[in-house]
């Protein structure tokens, strides 16, 4: 490394936050819009989180989806390097500054896409910037666990991820295969067992639900059969998650078919968070033992009657007496930017005692 | 009309297959083509059905698919026209000898979904020409009772749909509100299942199943994972039915999640009929009339072993024993332009009687 470079560490100017001028960017790739903020090089030290609070976030640049998948890779390319410029610029940084960058992304499901976009990346930086590219639960389980990957991070939003690593480094994830795969406990599986139960109704196959007149309402249209063309109008998942909380509500009015989607949806996701606890051992040998599992997305939040993430975390305590929620505090881009600061000190203490 | 058309009936000149010039078309709009076939104009005798065999198919014309919602509506009208004019072609007719045109189309869910379609088809014709829009299963029913709309259809091929006629005209439908709304007893339904318990079997979520073996090689895949990339690169949903196979060939060599997958779409296959059959009272008040029940689509074809059509037809004639299955020897666009010559029969009646 160079001793001269701005990114270089230790003989840098401090700035008014008492940090140096080293800068780490954390980026949340979601199915709908991109964050990144800018955050100042903080050291951690392994097991020894003594954050600073607030945490000094020097910017944060908004754009629009970043999934390859959705929107192609010209689109989500472009979109990187748009939200990583606007929030250097907004932090009064430039591209030298950076140490290291940690993208938790929609759509990475395979090394050759991680590969793909840490390639993108990669043109962007310097040479000696760290560039770690992980899965958008990743960077949702640091924002809970604030930066230490251990435990099972459960995210429902439009879609559905159960991720988690064990103290030995080793990690395992369940379902998040997107919308044909059944990812029944997502927003969009919730929604679209919702829209099925309507039509059923309608045809005879299924019984009356309040979800008909609820969903209908919603949508603007004046009938069932109009639902089919709505679907195929518009293939963004989005929309279809985005009737939830008519579920719920139709749930807290004491509809039997809304109940009986939310029951298997909490089943789905406890399903899922067991089976990463599982392979990872994260329970122990008793099964008591202790390990937190961080709460993300939409689905999951709290909701007025019938609360589907609280109703979760009694399936997975059941299971894991020891399984402690954690609903975080700061949001995944901020995760994965101290991800950022935590593999980086990792690869220098690795450097050191190597 | 006028005396002198072509087009008109009575005084015309006698074709070597002993009928007049005039020609029926019958068009059958699926999720992968359109065919469109040229008939003689052939009286139809309401209840007295005595067909000529085999019947004198003047032509065939064969092009791609003209579903809208699936190509878009400019793509699906130029399909439409250009097997017309190759049928007309072929059969050395043009368009001034049509009587009637019924076009049988998926996609056609709604009143303003049939009308947009029948506005395309009168751009194309004269006037006088009578112009028919049903559902593709309309016509598939027709295939199997030879133009006689009573009974009940079961389509299930890439998408599945149950759609009747009761004796005195009302017409029901089940199911086929496509690949979001839960067509689970569809090829896209049964293979989106199979998939799905692929990446179950992987992630820990589901139990291990010969599908894994089986469905990654059918795809060239060399891990589950690959699986969730593969879904995302292209929509089409006949890609994924044409797993088919493979998830009854498994459940021929006793892999029970393939067997149980194949149980759940018999039933749900099953219950689609069921639902039109009682909102039309096709069995009768005893619930023993009789009834025909047509089974079209490659999923309801004669399998080796695990026959989900003969399963379907048990599950059937358990609720309805008057229920008798027909297996069409002709296909749907031979359905459609019998449609057409018993719709213009019938208003033929209707004005000399009215």
């Known amino acids: 490394m160079e001793s001269d470079s701005k990114g270089g560490s230790g003989q840098e100017e401090l700035r008014e936050n008492g940090y140096g001028s080293g800068v780490v960017l954390g980026l949340d790739g979601g199915a709908t819009s991109t964050v990144c903020v800018c955050l100042p090089m903080i050291p951690l030290l392994r097991d020894q989180l003594s954050l600073p609070d607030p945490l000094p976030v020097l910017s944060r640049a908004v754009a629009g989806c970043s999934n ?22 907004e932090s009064g940084s430039d591209r030298s500054a950076v140490h290291a960058v940690c993208l938790g992304v929609s759509g990475v499901n395979h090394p050759t896409d991680q590969e793909m976009i840490l390639n993108w990346l990669r043109e962007i930086f310097p040479s000696h910037v760290k560039i770690y590219v992980q899965n958008d639960a990743v960077a949702a389980l640091a924002s809970g666990t604030m930066g230490k990957l251990h435990g099972c991070v459960l995210v429902s939003g439009t879609g559905s991820i159960a991720y988690g690593f064990s103290k030995d480094g080793k990690e395992a994830r369940a379902a998040g295969g997107g919308p044909i795969l059944g990812d029944w406990g997502s927003g969009y599986g919730i929604a679209a067992q919702a829209l099925t139960a309507v039509i059923r109704a309608y045809d005879g196959r299924g019984s009356p639900t309040m979800l008909t007149n609820r969903i209908l309402k919603a949508l603007g249209l004046s009938s069932p059969e109009e639902i089919i063309g709505w679907t195929y109008a518009d293939r963004s998942w989005a929309r279809i998650a985005a009737l939830v909380p008519e579920v719920v509500s139709c749930a807290d009015a004491g509809d039997q078919i809304a109940h009986d989607i939310l029951v298997d949806a909490v089943k789905e996701l406890g399903i899922a968070v067991k089976a990463v606890v599982e392979r990872l051992c994260l329970c122990g040998e008793d099964r008591s033992g202790s390990f937190p599992v961080v709460m993300v997305g939409g689905v999951l939040e709290s909701n007025k009657g019938w609360d589907i993430g609280k109703e979760v975390v009694n399936y997975i305590q059941k299971l894991y007496p020891g399984a402690h929620p954690i609903r975080p505090k700061v949001e995944p881009a901020i995760g994965a930017a101290l991800l950022a600061c935590n593999f980086l000190m990792n690869e220098k203490n690795i450097n050191n005692h190597g």
Not at 68 to 76: I, K, L, P
């Open 68 to 89: 390859y998948n959705s929107v192609g890779e010209n689109a989500a390319k472009a979109t990187l390097e748009q939200v990583i410029s606007d929030a250097l610029t």
